[in-house]
């Protein structure tokens, strides 16, 4: 512990994450209070400890470590074959590398460089927290997720920290613990003002302090925690708030449903910027029921897309059948099926198992089911219209549906544009910006709302004058930007 070890190194990489699947960070032997929940447990539709690989694959690390006990097996069945996982996984059994033996954290340290996350398996926490760790972490300090009792995550974790600053930030002066078996912290004297927080499972630690934390320890004492207590003497301990990332531990009671709540608001700051008023204040809050069912049914995001079509081509066939009957059901169907259509998303994001062409047949099966409902429309005015009128719903509807064909065809040409960076750089602000407004009409969903008015008003015919207006003048300006867009290129 001399003062050779306080030295800081910029510009190191955190790429390494070693997973504790059986044991917390600072409760290596693990605890009895709450056996139910560990890296088995499922919470939104996937086991913690898949949730725990894909979120930090996402967040970049790129080899994971993963200490495992009896479990080892079934966690492998678990990814064994799965095309999303891209990190590499290595298998180490906890009967060979015990985590409280000093020695099997010498052999983790001598295996890797910079620095290492290191953490448990049972919580759930997003990827923007463990990038915000990384980048903390790169200035060869040790960092620690932290949140003040009661406000984040389960109040009984081991560790506490305290710090000079604010809770917004700051260098933890002193690290302390509570004892394991009474839950009951550490005698300690806390200088008057400053604050106090407590640490979750979460840390970022150089591996130089990894390694040599075994030659202070003890068979009862986390060689982690002592290499945490080493930090925090040499001053280059970092606390970060896990409050505003989505983290939540999962044991204690009613973890498992905390969590699950904790996914699910989650997304909100993920769809808000593509909702409308109605599906961010409506659809989403009436989808979620529904996403957990599918999430629990095993339904993949294509599955629920294509379930979604299915409702809405009932509901199109409904509106052909003219009566204000028929396009009262027609309508509820078609707002069902914008419900359902929340979901796809929700269960991919939450699964890790967005694709581009899921995205591509979310969108193809959005239009054709407009398509399809402009065409019932028309159809059930036309067969109930006098005969004056007659052919008039059939031109509004054909207007319509070719009008929304082309502007498909035009946003899969702008989505083309989006994917080569260099040419979409080169475009001039003013053209991106317009497409992303178009792009986000493109997502909205709250027409159908209008389709829920004028059927219950018994004035179905009267939408097809709106629609074919609205998607004439879309498809028109979608047409003329691309225009001017091949023009500026070719100059």
């Not at 396009?327 to 994001?349: E, H, K, T, Y």
Request: one cysteine or more; a neutral charge; charged letters at 20%.
């Amino acid at each position: 512990m001399d003062g050779t070890l306080n030295k800081s190194v910029t510009g190191i990489t955190v790429d390494t994450a070693i997973v504790l699947a059986s044991s917390g960070v600072f409760d290596l032997v693990g605890r009895d209070d709450h056996p139910a929940v560990g890296a088995l447990s499922r919470v939104g539709g996937m086991t913690l400890f898949q949730r725990t690989v894909f979120t930090l694959q996402h967040a970049g690390i790129s080899q994971i470590l993963t200490l495992a006990g009896e479990e080892e097996q079934e966690l492998r069945s678990l990814l064994d074959g799965d095309p999303r996982l891209h990190a590499v996984i290595r298998w180490l059994p906890i009967r060979e590398f015990p985590p409280l033996d000093p020695q099997t954290w010498a052999i983790l340290a001598s295996e890797m460089k910079g620095a290492c996350l290191i953490l448990g398996c049972h919580m759930v926490f997003s990827p923007s927290l463990i990038k915000s760790l990384r980048e903390e972490g790169r200035e060869g300090r040790a960092v620690v997720a932290v949140g003040r009792p009661g406000e984040s995550g389960w109040s009984g974790n081991p560790g506490v920290v305290t710090r000079a600053d604010p809770y917004t930030g700051g260098h933890v002066h002193r690290v302390v613990f509570c004892d394991r078996q009474s839950d009951r912290m550490e005698p300690v004297e806390l200088e008057e003002g400053k604050e106090f927080a407590r640490a979750m499972d979460l840390v970022v630690l150089p591996v130089r302090l990894l390694g040599i934390s075994g030659s202070w320890s003890t068979p009862e004492t986390s060689p982690v925690r002592l290499a945490l207590e080493q930090a925090a003497a040499e001053g280059v301990v970092q606390a970060l708030s896990a409050s505003s990332h989505g983290y939540q531990d999962a044991r204690g009671p009613g973890g498992l449903h905390q969590a699950e709540r904790t996914l699910f608001h989650s997304l909100q700051s993920v769809q808000g910027t593509l909702d409308g008023f109605i599906d961010r204040y409506v659809n989403r809050r009436l989808s979620k029921p529904f996403s957990r069912l599918f999430m629990k049914l095993g339904f993949s995001p294509n599955a629920i897309t294509f379930l979604s079509m299915v409702i809405g081509l009932m509901g199109a066939a409904c509106f052909a059948m003219g009566s204000y009957q028929w396009g009262l059901m027609g309508a509820l169907l078609f707002q069902f099926a914008v419900i359902i259509d929340c979901c796809d998303g929700d269960v991919a994001r939450l699964t890790f198992a967005e694709s581009r062409l899921g995205q591509k047949l979310d969108l193809l099966s959005d239009n054709i089911v407009h398509m399809a409902v402009f065409a019932g429309i028309a159809w059930g005015a036309y067969q109930h219209s006098p005969v004056p009128a007659g052919y008039l719903p059939l031109l509004l509807g054909a207007i319509a549906i070719v009008s929304t064909g082309f502007a498909l065809w035009c946003v899969n040409r702008v989505k083309s544009l989006k994917a080569n960076a260099l040419h979409w750089r080169r475009l001039r602000q003013a053209y991106r910006i317009r497409f992303d407004f178009i792009l986000e009409r493109v997502a909205n969903r709250d027409f159908s709302i209008v389709v829920m008015a004028f059927a219950c008003l018994g004035v179905l015919p009267w939408f097809l004058w709106l629609v074919a207006a609205g998607t004439s003048c879309f498809a028109v300006m979608m047409a003329w930007s691309l225009y001017r867009v091949i023009t500026f290129q070719r100059s």
